[in-house]
């Protein structure tokens, strides 16, 4: 995409806080990038995008999103290649989703020249943040919350459209296990589930410590209405591969359209990988794991990118994976990643450049 | 309840803003009260409560509240009599709910000396906000809110316990009519309806709005699964009078446990009013409105106190509610409000008076 002439209101920091990373023993979340960008929604449109230094917002205490939870967020990540070159993988993919989540919350739509004039922007500024090599990446939270004052449950006037950025190595650092929710869920049939509406989360935070109590870092959720079907984990969309079939959720109202999910199963096809998107009961799972038909289970998201699963519990008992050589999930992994770090063709037109007039 | 000796830091406001209001043309939730109460939880316990002056927070862009949507509320009403004597109804049951909300969104529960410590200092000092009258009320909303910085899918480790007042009126100043929700869903089985989720509300407003635009005030929701179960009306719940007879949908991990509902039910079976509480189905509901024996409905919180529904809209049909004498909901709402101000026996032990020191 071209740069277009979106005005910007752009304050410089004035000094740098990047030589106060520890890069070696990086704390996910812990370190900001220098800048934000800021967007104001009031009087039923959205003010000039502003670029200033990171720091605390003023707000108050009547603020809607504390009270109502119109939030909504997105998460992305830049890389660095080994020439220095800045890329984005499928940005408008997160752009689209934010509005779709946007809609389901009632909340304003952003422009899409105003996302892309702001990021590339912020992240020019802040190029230095990004470092090179595998694994690393600059993971970016585009997100909005409503901003108007106020105690009677209605949606608000008036929003924030926010990106902060912060450096980021792998998000799972090793295999997980699981368990498959069988009491509690995540999302309703006609509720928002499908959306990155931020109660989604706060509301798997409880299963999930239950689950970690257990020993399962992770839930897998089912659905609600009978917890017979596995759909996606929270902060993954969820892969199973039985012999050499590798199966996943269709993506409905409850279970996020991940962009890592659908990139696997575009990469996963081209190669000529057997995929069956479908629904998957629970007992097929345990089927599977008995008979030894199942070989690999794995996460996906652009936080995790591809996070292996160990085993999973599901009615107390437990079920282990077997070590498979040539796993999809790593096959898969590398293919993902050499496309986002710009090490091989982008034969789906995936990469998006940043231009760092350098 | 005596009061504790619970250590608060009170630090009181230079002036007050009470003389801004107009209480004639009320605004609810556009004046809050004078003083605020505040307070931290860190390193795995709740600091002191601090009474201050209402005012904006300063919170990081990456606080938790914005992206996870750890925040959960409660709403409470203090009525003045015509002696002057300030009122709570049943502020055992709001402090006993916020706790299940915390617990079920992965949040600390709050001391419950330190609720009503703080919560009757905080009334003391804004005592001359609350009006005597019908209808008028100081509104009171305790919240609490993640505020832990982080970008990663999981539990904050610090949190606000805040209280905010604001004056009120009746929040429904006439009958409303309602939608029957066919589609969307409010909650699922094993999920947070119960709780006073932040974005439990957040969720329902394009719903919402969609029946707005057909000239429906409010969504009567239904059982995510069949959507043939009638639930509650996301900021009431509901009751539905057939004959005689008053029906109201059990609580459950769906359905908020409403104080004024259970309120409502005591009174209505005091006076010797037939109530059940069941599931009541989509179907019954049209059959009771089609053969006439479907008097009334009516939805029941606390910001809303009673409000009469005049028709409901269900599969493209409107039904319209007879006018009935001696409705029940206005019975109960004199009964209701005649405790909650003072004007009649206490025969179950509801209200609870704020000591003013005068």
């Known amino acids: 995409m071209q740069t277009k002439k979106i005005p910007l209101d752009i304050t410089k920091a004035t000094t740098s806080r990047l030589a106060e990373v520890d890069f070696d023993n990086l704390v996910f979340g812990k370190y900001y990038t ?46 660095k290649d080994e020439n220095g070159k800045v890329w984005l993988f499928r940005p408008e993919e997160n752009f689209n989703r934010a509005n779709i989540s946007c809609k389901r919350m009632a909340m304003p739509e952003f422009p899409k020249e105003y996302f892309f004039e702001a990021l590339e922007t912020l992240l020019k500024l802040d190029e230095a943040w990004i470092k090179a090599g595998d694994g690393n990446s600059l993971y970016i939270r585009p997100f909005v919350i409503a901003t108007e004052n106020g105690v009677s449950a209605s949606p608000s006037s008036a929003y924030k459209f926010m990106i902060i950025c912060c450096p980021a190595k792998a998000y799972y650092s090793s295999p997980v296990k699981v368990t498959i929710a069988q009491k509690y869920s995540r999302s309703a049939d006609g509720g928002v589930g499908y959306a990155k509406a931020a109660g989604n989360y706060g509301a798997s935070f409880y299963p999930t410590n239950l689950a970690k109590e257990k020993g399962y870092q992770q839930v897998i959720w089912t659905d609600a209405s009978t917890h017979q079907y596995l759909e996606e984990a929270g902060t993954m969309n969820v892969f199973f591969r039985i012999n050499n079939t590798l199966i996943t959720a269709p993506t409905s109202d409850r279970i996020l359209d991940g962009i890592t999910r659908k990139s696997l199963i575009k990469l996963a096809q081209d190669q000529g990988l057997q995929v069956e998107i479908r629904r998957i009961t629970v ?9 030894g038909s199942l070989k690999e289970m794995f996460g996906a998201g652009t936080a995790a990118t591809i996070a292996p ?35 091989a063709e982008d034969k789906f037109g995936w990469r998006y450049e940043i231009q760092l007039d350098k």
């Not at 039923?44 to 205490?61: A, D, F, R």
């Not at 007992?283 to 008979?291: F, G, I, T």
């Not at 160990?310 to 990643?337: C, H, I, M, R, T």
């Open 34 to 79: 220098d800048h934000m960008m800021v967007c104001d929604y009031e009087n039923g449109k959205w003010n000039t995008p502003k670029i200033m230094p990171y720091g605390p917002l003023s707000v108050e205490p009547s603020c809607k999103a504390f009270h109502y939870g119109q939030a909504i967020f997105e998460g992305m990540k830049a890389f």
């Open 309 to 343: 699963i160990e085993g999973f519990e599901y009615n107390g008992d437990y079920y282990e994976l077997p070590e498979v050589k040539d796993a999809y999930s790593q096959y898969l992994k590398k293919s993902l990643q050499d496309i986002q770090y710009n090490r």
């Open 283 to 291: 007992s097929e799972l345990v089927d599977a794991a008995k008979n």
